[in-house]
């Protein structure tokens, strides 16, 4: 990605141009679910960081950070939301963002960023969870409500959420922004085989049947559709039951004790298949 650059945003301008890109990216009908441009200029103003990712001038992908606080682990960072323009999506400006931002944190002093995603989007867990080194624990029902329910992408379905952590001062997360991580070129070293059964409807989309409960296993895999946009864009039906049955089975995982601490995206006759990798007693380092 020579060709693209990121920056921190500064300027009134800039930030109208964050929020024309928000329009977009999540194809708003109007700018009331956009962030504006004064709070952007209040969180760079409070501590937190706004990046724009360019292209030959013009603003391909974005990011606002904020400057968060807690007892127990002191100040840390949350990513409140990252977009890429739909002609630059899975070209690696998610990537380039995160990259802007740890080296950003690392020199605040930094050791821990978090973020929210959809739990079923199989790109983004590429990104996070196998890219970038971060693991998940926490899973939050409808945490938006109503959020962006002007979005012809997102609309009519709980906004379920992976709560992400990524430690970025952990040989984990720093192996991979070092090297440039590249998931595509890692195979799982054990067999997969998913606790949850899939089939295919009339209509060729995946479809999650059941699953079953492991508690006393040491590590599980879940997997999850290939394309849930495809799914939420042909049946929202089907979109709304598999947040339903994924919302079941990852809270009940979860309070078993298990964490997600890895992901692979696996490369099938059909094009790939996605697949979370959760243990138990999972340690960092």
Not at 184 to 191: D, E, G, S, W
Not at 203 to 216: E, H, I, T, V
Request: with cysteine.
């Amino acid at each position: 990605m020579n060709d693209v650059h990121v920056k921190i945003l500064h300027t009134m301008a800039e930030f109208n141009e964050f929020v024309e890109l928000q329009k977009i990216v999540w194809r708003l009908k109007d700018y009331g679910d956009c962030i504006p441009n004064h709070v952007m200029l209040a969180v760079r103003e409070s501590g937190g960081i706004v990046l724009g990712a360019y292209h030959k001038g013009e603003m391909v992908g974005f990011t606002l950070i904020l400057s968060a606080y807690s007892k127990k682990e002191g100040y840390y960072h949350h990513s409140h939301i990252m977009g890429i323009h739909p002609e630059w999506q899975n070209k690696g400006i998610g990537y380039v963002l995160k990259k802007e931002h740890y080296q950003k944190a690392i020199s605040l002093g930094v050791k821990k960023v978090t973020w929210t995603y959809d739990p079923l989007l199989g790109s983004n867990a590429n990104l996070n969870i196998s890219k970038l080194g971060g693991i998940v624990r926490k899973y939050k029902i409808d945490v938006y409500g109503e959020f962006m329910g002007g979005s012809d992408l997102v609309s009519g379905i709980p906004s379920d959420r992976f709560w992400l952590e990524w430690y970025i001062d952990t040989n984990r997360v720093t192996e991979r922004m070092k090297s440039g991580y590249k998931s595509a070129n890692r195979q799982p070293q054990l067999k997969i085989e998913p606790v949850n059964l899939l089939n295919k409807t009339s209509g060729n989309l995946q479809q999650m049947r059941s699953f079953a409960m492991d508690k006393n296993a040491a590590r599980i895999f879940i997997e999850i559709p290939s394309n849930f946009q495809a799914i939420y864009d042909s049946r929202k039906d089907l979109a709304v039951d598999w947040r339903l049955k994924s919302r079941e089975m990852f809270t009940a995982y979860f309070q078993s004790g298990f964490i997600v601490a890895d992901f692979f995206r696996v490369s099938s006759s059909e094009g790939y298949r996605n697949f979370y990798m959760l243990e138990k007693n999972f340690k960092l380092n």
